[in-house]
């Protein structure tokens, strides 16, 4: 065997020992960056979508037409109240550009014993159904009767008792000793006897 052709085995040897050393250290560095990939995807494989920008400044100076006629039917911080309520319905649902809303006191209907339909119509032409349950004073918004917030006892609203400082103040004795009711006799005690003994007068034989 010639010089070169020892070299040459030589060099081709060092060559298969380097491979084989050198691609099983490769295949494991790849193996084990896979499972790290696999960590950083989420776990449901689904992208989050960001949630539809609401435009709250113009809900913030929602116009209400026609809600003098709910005095009529709700007390002044009833009505209040719904108008915050109304507010968050229309942000959680999603409207935008909603400019006004406008009771409809002609729609408003009573589909149930302790129950009041009000009819809003709002400033892109649709309505909003909210019924009243005079029970308790809840609204539910819409066709699917949503209530907005929860009825715990951390979120019941107390209601000030209103009272009338102008009338007198009066004790039980003296409730005791006034007139139940009605006017006085207006008759006087002559006609009252002569009647009397008129009545007395047929019984007798």
């Given at each position: 065997m010639s010089r070169k052709k020892l070299i040459l085995s030589?060099?081709?040897m060092a060559a298969l020992v380097s491979v084989g050393m050198i691609l099983p250290a490769m295949h494991r560095n790849q193996t084990a960056e896979q499972?790290?990939?696999k960590k950083q995807v989420p776990a449901t494989g689904k992208t989050t979508k960001p949630s539809p920008i609401k435009e709250n400044a113009s809900l913030s100076r929602l116009q209400y037409l026609g809600?003098?006629?709910l005095e009529t039917f709700l007390a002044l911080i009833q009505i209040e109240d719904l108008k915050t309520q109304m507010v968050s319905y229309l942000q959680d649902t999603g409207y935008r550009n909603i400019t006004s809303v406008t009771f409809l006191v002609d729609e408003t209907r009573y589909p149930s014993n302790g129950e009041t339909l009000f009819q809003f119509?709002?400033?892109d032409g649709s309505k909003l159904p909210v019924t009243c349950l005079t029970a308790d004073g809840t609204f539910t918004f819409g066709e699917n009767n949503?209530?907005?917030?929860s009825l715990g006892m951390s979120d019941m609203r107390i209601y000030a008792r209103q009272t009338d400082n102008s009338l007198p103040a009066v004790t039980t004795e003296e409730i005791e000793t006034m007139q139940e009711g009605g006017y006085e006799d207006t008759e006087s005690t002559a006609s009252t006897e002569s009647i009397a003994e008129n009545n007395t007068e047929e019984v007798m034989p």
């Open positions: 030589i060099f081709l499972p790290a990939r809600f003098e006629d119509s709002l400033s949503q209530q907005i917030g």
